[in-house]
């Protein structure tokens, strides 16, 4: 299993980026796919989900900032991150999950670093 992300950079605040995550075909399809990340100094935490049909879960602070989509015909997932801000900065990270009742992701993927600047 592979998950190969990319789409980070550094973005002045109030910028956008979007995100790409491609996963391997056999384990794409009927999964949940997360994105998670960590900031210096700080604990990984999950930032977005999306179920193989579409419902997504986002935590509260980029409620309305970011946006979690799938393409599952090109085993990919992607995350578009508008209005971002310095607390943003980040080292990105796609997951795979099971189903929704997991509580840890079964893969992960390399993690690409956003940078917000102020």
């Known amino acids: 299993v592979q998950l190969q992300a990319s789409g980070g950079g550094l973005v002045q605040a109030g910028g956008s980026l979007r995100l790409s995550c491609a996963a391997s075909?056999?384990?794409?399809?009927?999964?949940?796919m997360d994105w998670y990340r960590q900031a210096p100094g700080k604990q990984r935490e999950l930032v977005a989900s999306i179920s193989s049909g579409g419902s997504t879960n986002y935590k509260d602070s980029v409620k309305g900032r970011f946006t979690i989509s799938r393409d599952n015909a090109k085993n990919t997932v992607y995350l578009q991150m508008d209005s971002l801000k310095p607390e943003d900065t980040a080292v990105y990270y796609c997951a795979v999950r099971r189903n929704w009742l997991a509580s840890t992701p079964d893969y992960w993927g390399q993690g690409t670093l956003v940078t917000v600047s102020s």
């Open positions: 075909g056999s384990i794409f399809s009927s999964k949940i």
